[in-house]
């Protein structure tokens, strides 16, 4: 009682003070279907913001907002975090810093420096988005091949004591600087002439400074390991190094490896349920992207540099082709490549298979051209649908869209998963989708207080309508802009209003 009407009392001396007007919300989304993050079902709430930060999420009666969103028959969610991008080129260019592809996903955060690549000065690139403004926010990997291209250049040597030091040295300097981890792509040159060890040694430099290692496996298909002792190799590599494993863009890559998710799956719950942090992430596609180089000249051609004077040698023309004709048997022949981006415009657009009748030679003579006149990205058909959904209803795979130039990913991957695999397919829940894109990547990263809508998180917030929230790009166009994401909040600006892009770079570089 004597407590109680203490509280009146104070609420009573609180109520004219002018700090009652700090409960004013700059932005206040009222009315609509609030799907959380953490995968409970979605609930009628309104959510408050107040400068950059959420501070209410349930029932606004008696407050007041500067401004007013109806949202209702739209579904509001924390801001979509994507692990896997490729925007460190896009980030640092002021004409494309915005990062609109992914601004119209509903994509708050990107992660970039996969794959083993990234940006060799971690520092100065978290230093210039900062000063220059970016319309994401945007964590970045330290790349595995990028530190050993650096030090050892394309050698598919084993390193000297003197040049492990050295690349030790860069990755502590790098995770010093702000990257969230190490990231390796042990399918390609140069880091796949690492051994496994080396591998764990550069992971340890990342787990003492609080980092996680993310992998593009050394193999997804049956190019060398296999892909389900490339899993293995992942989940070694974080026991020996103590740190938690992220796989890459998990797929079954292949004629050869189809239908081998559910091996996969048993693999990492194994490990899962003995302690292992392991968790991957998943583009929506049945293709993938790459280059002709990449998906099929072997790494061998590749060492010193020495591609070009390699492709050209008739002392190795006979091995060359030979495992090349392999190597597009995998992907499921040459009607399964589409050229996506390339120098020469001529092939773009046209398979493989198209480019090597009009020339009328073999599709590996096809290729072999294609790389000496200078290469081509890819798109690579080659994933079943079993296994993406499989994949997908795991508790441990999150978004990613891997974006690059030409695969229709980087501007469709969000929009495609909800459209396609949540309200055409019913492949997972809403609740699902939304976690596996928010608090699950924001856990995984050991990013703060994002991912979630809770009071006290990050006002990273999304609002679309699930009506019209479908991905518009396309193998042939594949930089059309997504549609659906009616508002969008980075850091509690609105960088999408009414459905359109506004001129705010309310990213923030983020370290870990
Ligand atoms: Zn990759």
């Given at each position: 009682?004597?407590?109680?009407?203490?509280?009146?009392?104070?609420?009573?001396l609180?109520?004219?003070?002018?700090c009652?007007?700090?409960?004013?919300?700059?932005?206040?989304?009222?009315?609509?279907?609030?799907v959380?993050?953490?995968?409970?079902?979605?609930?009628?709430?309104?959510?408050?913001?107040?400068?950059?930060?959420i501070v209410?999420?349930?029932s606004?009666?008696?407050?007041h907002?500067?401004?007013?969103?109806?949202a209702?028959?739209l579904?509001?969610?924390?801001?979509?975090?994507?692990?896997?991008?490729?925007?460190?080129g896009?980030?640092?260019d002021?004409?494309?810093?915005?990062?609109?592809?992914?601004?119209?996903?509903?994509?708050?955060t990107?992660?970039?420096?996969?794959?083993?690549?990234?940006?060799?000065?971690?520092?100065?690139t978290?230093d210039?988005w900062?000063?220059q403004?970016?319309g994401?926010?945007?964590?970045?990997?330290?790349?595995?091949?990028?530190?050993r291209?650096?030090?050892?250049?394309?050698?598919?040597s084993?390193?000297?004591?003197?040049?492990m030091?050295?690349?030790?040295?860069?990755?502590?300097?790098?995770?010093?600087?702000?990257?969230?981890?190490?990231?390796?792509?042990?399918?390609?040159?140069?880091?796949?002439?690492?051994?496994?060890?080396?591998?764990?040694?550069?992971?340890?430099?990342?787990?003492a400074?609080?980092?996680?290692?993310d992998?593009?496996m050394?193999?997804?298909?049956?190019?060398?390991?296999?892909?389900?002792a490339?899993?293995?190799?992942?989940?070694?590599?974080?026991?020996?190094?103590?740190?938690?494993?992220?796989?890459?863009?998990?797929?079954?890559?292949?004629?050869?490896?189809?239908?081998?998710?559910?091996?996969?799956?048993r693999?990492?719950?194994?490990?899962?349920?003995?302690?292992?942090?392991?968790t991957a992430s998943?583009?929506?596609?049945?293709?993938?992207?790459?280059s002709?180089?990449?998906?099929?000249?072997?790494?061998w051609?590749?060492?010193?540099?020495?591609?070009?004077k390699?492709i050209?040698?008739?002392?190795?023309q006979?091995?060359?082709v030979?495992?090349?004709t392999r190597?597009?048997?995998r992907?499921?022949?040459?009607?399964?490549?589409?050229?996506?981006?390339?120098?020469?415009?001529?092939?773009?657009?046209?398979?493989?298979?198209?480019?090597?009748k009009?020339?009328?030679?073999?599709?590996?003579?096809a290729?072999?051209?294609?790389?000496?006149?200078?290469?081509?990205?890819?798109?690579?058909?080659?994933m079943?649908?079993s296994?993406?959904?499989?994949?997908?209803?795991?508790?441990?795979?999150?978004?990613?869209?891997?974006?690059?130039?030409?695969?229709?990913?980087?501007?469709?991957?969000?929009?495609?998963?909800f459209?396609e695999?949540?309200?055409?397919?019913?492949?997972?829940?809403?609740?699902?989708?939304?976690?596996?894109s928010?608090?699950?990547p924001?856990?995984?990263?050991?990013l703060?207080?994002?991912?979630?809508?809770?009071?006290?998180?990050?006002?990273?917030?999304?609002?679309?309508?699930?009506?019209?929230?479908?991905d518009q790009s396309?193998?042939?166009?594949?930089?059309?802009?997504?549609?659906?994401?009616r508002?969008?909040?980075?850091?509690?600006e609105?960088?999408?209003?009414?459905?359109?892009?506004?001129?705010?770079?309310?990213?923030?570089?983020?370290?870990?």
């Amino acid at each position: 009682m004597i407590r109680l009407r203490l509280l009146a009392a104070t609420a009573l001396l609180l109520l004219p003070l002018p700090c009652a007007a700090a409960q004013e919300l700059d932005l206040l989304i009222r009315g609509g279907s609030v799907v959380d993050g953490t995968g409970s079902p979605a609930k009628a709430a309104d959510v408050g913001i107040a400068g950059d930060r959420i501070v209410l999420v349930g029932s606004s009666a008696g407050r007041h907002a500067k401004r007013v969103i109806d949202a209702t028959g739209l579904v509001v969610t924390p801001g979509f975090i994507d692990p896997h991008t490729h925007t460190a080129g896009d980030l640092s260019d002021p004409k494309r810093s915005r990062n609109d592809a992914y601004l119209m996903q509903g994509v708050t955060t990107v992660v970039t420096g996969n794959d083993g690549d990234s940006p060799r000065d971690i520092g100065a690139t978290l230093d210039k988005w900062k000063r220059q403004g970016i319309g994401t926010n945007a964590a970045l990997f330290i790349g595995q091949g990028t530190v050993r291209g650096q030090v050892m250049k394309m050698s598919d040597s084993k390193p000297t004591a003197e040049q492990m030091e050295q690349m030790e040295h860069l990755v502590d300097t790098a995770m010093q600087q702000g990257a969230i981890g190490i990231s390796t792509g042990l399918y390609y040159a140069p880091g796949s002439y690492s051994t496994t060890e080396e591998v764990i040694e550069l992971a340890k430099i990342a787990a003492a400074r609080g980092g996680i290692y993310d992998t593009h496996m050394r193999d997804e298909s049956s190019y060398n390991i296999g892909l389900q002792a490339a899993v293995r190799e992942t989940i070694h590599i974080g026991q020996e190094a103590h740190l938690p494993v992220m796989i890459s863009h998990i797929k079954a890559l292949g004629v050869d490896v189809w239908g081998q998710s559910a091996d996969v799956i048993r693999i990492i719950d194994n490990a899962r349920q003995q302690g292992v942090d392991i968790t991957a992430s998943q583009y929506p596609y049945t293709a993938s992207g790459t280059s002709v180089t990449a998906s099929l000249v072997p790494r061998w051609a590749e060492a010193d540099g020495a591609l070009q004077k390699n492709i050209a040698d008739p002392a190795v023309q006979a091995r060359l082709v030979s495992e090349m004709t392999r190597n597009l048997e995998r992907r499921g022949g040459a009607d399964s490549l589409l050229m996506t981006d390339s120098k020469d415009k001529s092939i773009v657009g046209k398979t493989l298979a198209q480019i090597a009748k009009e020339r009328g030679e073999s599709p590996i003579d096809a290729a072999i051209e294609i790389i000496k006149a200078g290469g081509s990205g890819v798109a690579s058909f080659n994933m079943k649908e079993s296994d993406i959904d499989a994949f997908m209803r795991q508790p441990w795979v999150m978004t990613c869209s891997d974006g690059s130039e030409g695969h229709p990913r980087k501007y469709g991957t969000f929009p495609r998963k909800f459209h396609e695999y949540v309200y055409t397919r019913h492949v997972i829940s809403l609740e699902a989708a939304v976690r596996s894109s928010t608090s699950l990547p924001a856990q995984t990263l050991r990013l703060k207080e994002r991912g979630l809508l809770k009071d006290g998180y990050f006002a990273d917030v999304l609002v679309f309508d699930p009506k019209t929230f479908v991905d518009q790009s396309t193998y042939q166009s594949p930089r059309v802009l997504a549609t659906g994401v009616r508002y969008l909040t980075v850091n509690g600006e609105l960088a999408v209003d009414q459905g359109s892009l506004t001129a705010k770079l309310a990213g923030r570089p983020l370290t870990h």
